[in-house]
Structures are given as structure tokens and as C-alpha cells.
């Protein structure tokens, strides 16, 4: 097992077969004027790791529609109806769903609302197909970690929970899944969608403490079959780079020790950033990134996902390190010149300084709250798990085997996919790549 030690890359003597999902569409999406949460900042990064010349080093798709049905693996039918027909313009018909699937504010109806969520939903399913085809040892999807997001309702910005949608497509080669969520808030959706299994384990640090969602707490470890497979570590102001490292690398070691997963989903929700619009956390982006290092160097495999982050300049500056990290590729901390580069100003440079700020978490504290959570995970055997249950009728069966091609996304239930080839897409293009062809020049 290779290591990479604090703040810097993985070489090459560790390289990874690394995919990477994007669709250009997504930046085009716009919640509404003065909301935090914006799509754009997904282009922003994917200009960025062009112009590092990072495409090089990846496979590059642009992912393949999936239905609405995929969708209902998790999530209720009726919501994803809902979904489907709510526009601004007929709004004023859906008074009482609006209410009831919790969207109107926090989460606004927005032009094009259900297929922004089929993009970012299919680059993770997409994503964590290739993992399981063993055709990529990483794969990352930016658009992706919208972890609020529950069975029947939106939540927190997100609409669709492709984090759990992707661990369920995992669940059908792997026996255990491991997610990890470093956004600065809890990652409750996924939590609460297997808190009862014991074949996905998922880990979260974040910000707790009259803070969204609310929930989160150490004592919140799972019930029934998944008693000590919720590993939650609830944090103050603050964060700084070696006091996260601190608790994230010994928590994270001791997780793959005694569950030994078969694959693992990192959802990278960069609003743990020092000076995120929202957060109070004081990383720096090779903080952040040295997450990323350390989850890659267990060699097992990985889906990437973005998540929060809403201070504009600085999560592209985030996934596009925490892409080079991903590839074991060094990058220059002078930016080259991109589409969006005076965003970038005054310093156009890849790392930015953290501020001064107090770090609000004792070391006695982090200490105590480490020993605890180790504590629950030394009562956790690495068996067989039983089978999921997410109230779906699907998911009362064993997961479907891979041979099993349950999707069909064809035009009249949303997708717009070829049924031959998964990268062709009815605009014609075949190669499932980037809309610019210079950007797969060598």
C-alpha cells in the first residue's frame, strides 16, 4: 500500500486508471438569482483541469442519460413524477407537493430542474458502472455529492441523492461500500438511506451544532443491522488542516481495517474551504485535497464526488487540485490562463492562504471524540451483509447482477441514449467525449 505523504501528490509509481464525468449542459442550470448553490462552478473547474492539461491523464465521458426509473431505486415514485412535470410556469397548480417534497425555496423549481438533476445523477451511476466493469480504479463525477437529498423529499440544495444511487449500483458487485463525506455539513441523506444495513458504512465529518441539517451527532451509529456502521464526527469553527488530518487519517485507517470495503464513494463538498460563502472551517485546498491522497492510497476502488461550495473562485480551485491529486500528476500553483481566469485575481494562483481564525476544537476534544469513534469501530467484523431495504420494491431483492440491464432510457421516458452504445447520445456524438475536440488533442 503506497502513501502520500502530507501536501503532496502521489507520483507516478502509484498511477490510477482514472474516467472522468462531465456534460457541458451543466453550467447552463441556474437556481435563481442570490442562492448560493451554482452549477456553474462545475464548468469553471472543468475549464480549469483542460487548461492544466489534467484530460490527458483521464478518460473523458460525457455520461449516458439515465431514466427517471433509475431514479426510483431510491427515491418515491411519486416525487420523482413530481420532479418531472414542476415548472415555474405551473408552479401555482402544485401547491400542497411543493409542501409536501419540501422544494420552493432552499430548493427552487428552476428552468430545466429535472434534467439538471439527470445530468449529475448519471455521471455518478455512470461512474460507479465503470468501477464495477473494473475499466477505471477512480472515476470522478464534480457535478455529483448532493447528499442532502432524501427518499421523498429535496433537501439542502439537492433534489436527487446520486450519492446513494451510486453506492446501490456498487452494492451489485460489491458485499460492502464505503462513504465518506468531508462538505461541512452532515451527510444525512446517505446516512439515513442505509443506517440500518451493514453493507454500507458511511463516515462523516462536519460542522455540528445549530448548523444544517442538525444531525449528525457522535451517539448517532447505526441501528439494527447497521449498529456501528453510521461513524459520525461533529466538529466545531474552525477546522485546520492538521487538526483535521489529525482525526480524518486514524478514523479512515481503522474504518478500512475492520470493514474492509470493496469500493469507496468520497464525496468532496469543498464548502469546508476557509472562506466558503457558507462555512466556517479553515482548509486549505491542499488540506482538503490530502483527503483525496490518503482514501487513494488504500488501492481500492473510488468514486469521486463534488458536493458543497459556495465561494466561486475557490472550488475549482479545490477539484481541480484534488483532480491532479487523483491522477498522481504535479500541477503548477500559477494558474494557466483559462475562460474564467479573472475570476482568479489578484494572485491567479492554484492555493490560496487560510485565514486567521480560531480553531475552535480542542485537542482534548478531538482526542476524546477520535478514542470514541474507534471504540465503536472495534465492534465491527467485517461479515457478509444482509440485503438492502430501502422501501423500494426492487430493493427487496438481493442487488441485481451486472448481466442484468434493467435501463432502458429511451426517448420517451426522459433519456436520450443509445441502447447499442452507452456513450452515444441522439446529438450525434459517438465518442461519449468532451464538446471540444481540441481537448482531446495529445
Given at each position: 500500500?503506497t502513501m502520500?505523504?502530507?501536501g503532496?501528490?502521489a507520483?507516478?509509481?502509484?498511477?490510477r486508471r482514472v474516467?472522468?464525468f462531465?456534460?457541458a449542459e451543466?453550467g447552463n442550470?441556474?437556481?435563481?438569482?442570490?442562492h448560493?448553490?451554482?452549477?456553474?462552478?462545475?464548468?469553471?473547474?472543468?475549464?480549469?483541469?483542460?487548461?492544466y492539461g489534467?484530460?490527458k491523464k483521464?478518460?473523458?465521458?460525457?455520461?449516458?442519460?439515465?431514466?427517471?426509473t433509475?431514479?426510483?431505486?431510491?427515491?418515491?415514485?411519486?416525487?420523482?413524477?413530481?420532479l418531472?412535470?414542476?415548472t415555474?410556469?405551473?408552479?401555482?397548480?402544485?401547491t400542497?407537493?411543493?409542501?409536501?417534497?419540501?422544494?420552493g425555496e432552499d430548493?427552487p423549481?428552476?428552468?430545466?430542474?429535472?434534467?439538471?438533476c439527470q445530468l449529475?445523477?448519471?455521471g455518478?451511476?455512470?461512474?460507479a458502472?465503470?468501477?464495477?466493469?473494473d475499466?477505471?480504479?477512480?472515476?470522478?463525477?464534480?457535478?455529483?455529492g448532493l447528499?442532502h437529498a432524501k427518499?421523498?423529499?429535496?433537501?439542502g440544495?439537492?433534489?436527487?441523492?446520486?450519492?446513494?444511487?451510486?453506492?446501490?449500483?456498487l452494492?451489485?458487485k460489491h458485499?460492502r461500500?464505503?462513504?465518506?463525506?468531508?462538505?461541512i455539513?452532515?451527510?444525512?441523506?446517505?446516512?439515513?438511506?442505509f443506517?440500518?444495513t451493514n453493507r454500507?458504512?458511511?463516515?462523516?465529518f462536519h460542522?455540528?451544532?445549530?448548523?444544517?441539517?442538525?444531525t449528525?451527532d457522535?451517539l448517532?451509529?447505526?441501528?439494527?443491522?447497521?449498529?456501528?456502521?453510521?461513524?459520525?464526527f461533529?466538529?466545531?469553527?474552525?477546522?485546520?488542516?492538521e487538526?483535521?488530518?489529525?482525526v480524518f487519517?486514524p478514523i479512515?485507517?481503522?474504518?478500512?481495517?475492520?470493514?474492509?470495503p470493496?469500493?469507496v464513494?468520497l464525496?468532496?463538498?469543498?464548502?469546508s474551504?476557509?472562506?466558503?460563502?457558507?462555512g466556517?472551517?479553515n482548509?486549505?485546498?491542499k488540506?482538503?485535497?490530502?483527503c483525496?491522497?490518503?482514501v487513494?492510497?488504500f488501492?481500492?476502488?473510488?468514486l469521486?464526488?463534488?458536493?458543497?461550495?459556495?465561494?466561486l473562485?475557490?472550488?475549482?480551485?479545490?477539484?481541480t487540485?484534488e483532480?491532479a491529486?487523483?491522477?498522481?500528476?504535479p500541477?503548477?500553483?500559477?494558474?494557466p490562463?483559462?475562460d474564467?481566469?479573472e475570476?482568479f485575481?489578484p494572485?491567479?494562483s492554484?492555493?490560496?492562504?487560510?485565514?486567521?481564525?480560531?480553531?475552535?476544537?480542542?485537542?482534548?476534544?478531538?482526542?476524546?471524540?477520535k478514542e470514541q469513534?474507534?471504540?465503536i469501530?472495534?465492534?465491527?467484523?467485517?461479515?457478509?451483509g444482509t440485503?438492502?431495504q430501502?422501501?423500494q420494491?426492487?430493493?427487496?431483492?438481493a442487488?441485481?447482477?451486472?448481466s442484468m440491464?434493467i435501463?432502458?432510457?429511451?426517448k420517451?421516458?426522459g433519456?436520450?441514449?443509445s441502447?447499442?452504445?452507452?456513450?452515444?447520445?441522439s446529438?450525434?456524438?459517438?465518442?461519449?467525449?468532451?464538446?471540444?475536440?481540441?481537448?482531446m488533442?495529445?
Amino acid at each position: 500500500m503506497t502513501m502520500a505523504s502530507t501536501g503532496t501528490l502521489a507520483t507516478s509509481t502509484s498511477s490510477r486508471r482514472v474516467s472522468y464525468f462531465y456534460d457541458a449542459e451543466v453550467g447552463n442550470y441556474h437556481y435563481g438569482q442570490g442562492h448560493p448553490m451554482k452549477p456553474h462552478r462545475v464548468r469553471m473547474t472543468h475549464n480549469l483541469v483542460v487548461n492544466y492539461g489534467l484530460y490527458k491523464k483521464m478518460d473523458v465521458f460525457r455520461p449516458r442519460l439515465i431514466s427517471p426509473t433509475a431514479m426510483t431505486r431510491f427515491h418515491s415514485d411519486d416525487y420523482i413524477n413530481f420532479l418531472k412535470v414542476i415548472t415555474p410556469d405551473n408552479m401555482s397548480d402544485y401547491t400542497r407537493q411543493l409542501q409536501r417534497f419540501n422544494v420552493g425555496e432552499d430548493c427552487p423549481v428552476f428552468d430545466g430542474l429535472f434534467e439538471f438533476c439527470q445530468l449529475y445523477t448519471s455521471g455518478s451511476i455512470g461512474g460507479a458502472a465503470r468501477l464495477n466493469d473494473d475499466n477505471a480504479d477512480v472515476v470522478i463525477n464534480w457535478s455529483g455529492g448532493l447528499h442532502h437529498a432524501k427518499k421523498a423529499e429535496a433537501s439542502g440544495f439537492c433534489y436527487i441523492n446520486d450519492c446513494v444511487l451510486a453506492i446501490l449500483e456498487l452494492l451489485k458487485k460489491h458485499e460492502r461500500v464505503l462513504y465518506i463525506d468531508i462538505d461541512i455539513h452532515h451527510g444525512d441523506g446517505v446516512e439515513e438511506a442505509f443506517y440500518s444495513t451493514n453493507r454500507v458504512m458511511t463516515v462523516s465529518f462536519h460542522k455540528f451544532g445549530e448548523y444544517f441539517p442538525g444531525t449528525g451527532d457522535v451517539l448517532d451509529v447505526g441501528y439494527a443491522d447497521g449498529k456501528n456502521y453510521a461513524i459520525n464526527f461533529p466538529l466545531n469553527d474552525g477546522m485546520d488542516d492538521e487538526a483535521y488530518q489529525s482525526v480524518f487519517k486514524p478514523i479512515i485507517s481503522k474504518v478500512m481495517e475492520h470493514f474492509a470495503p470493496g469500493a469507496v464513494v468520497l464525496q468532496c463538498g469543498a464548502d469546508s474551504l476557509s472562506g466558503d460563502r457558507l462555512g466556517c472551517f479553515n482548509l486549505s485546498v491542499k488540506g482538503h485535497a490530502e483527503c483525496v491522497s490518503f482514501v487513494r492510497s488504500f488501492n481500492i476502488p473510488m468514486l469521486v464526488l463534488g458536493g458543497g461550495g459556495y465561494t466561486l473562485r475557490n472550488v475549482p480551485r479545490c477539484w481541480t487540485y484534488e483532480t491532479a491529486v487523483a491522477v498522481g500528476e504535479p500541477v503548477k500553483d500559477d494558474m494557466p490562463f483559462n475562460d474564467y481566469y479573472e475570476y482568479f485575481g489578484p494572485d491567479y494562483s492554484l492555493h490560496l492562504p487560510v485565514s486567521n481564525m480560531e480553531n475552535l476544537n480542542s485537542k482534548e476534544y478531538l482526542n476524546r471524540t477520535k478514542e470514541q469513534l474507534i471504540d465503536i469501530l472495534r465492534e465491527v467484523e467485517p461479515v457478509p451483509g444482509t440485503q438492502i431495504q430501502t422501501g423500494q420494491v426492487e430493493s427487496q431483492l438481493a442487488p441485481r447482477g451486472m448481466s442484468m440491464e434493467i435501463d432502458d432510457p429511451s426517448k420517451a421516458d426522459g433519456g436520450n441514449a443509445s441502447a447499442n452504445n452507452p456513450d452515444q447520445r441522439s446529438d450525434g456524438r459517438s465518442d461519449g467525449r468532451k464538446e471540444h475536440p481540441a481537448e482531446m488533442a495529445s
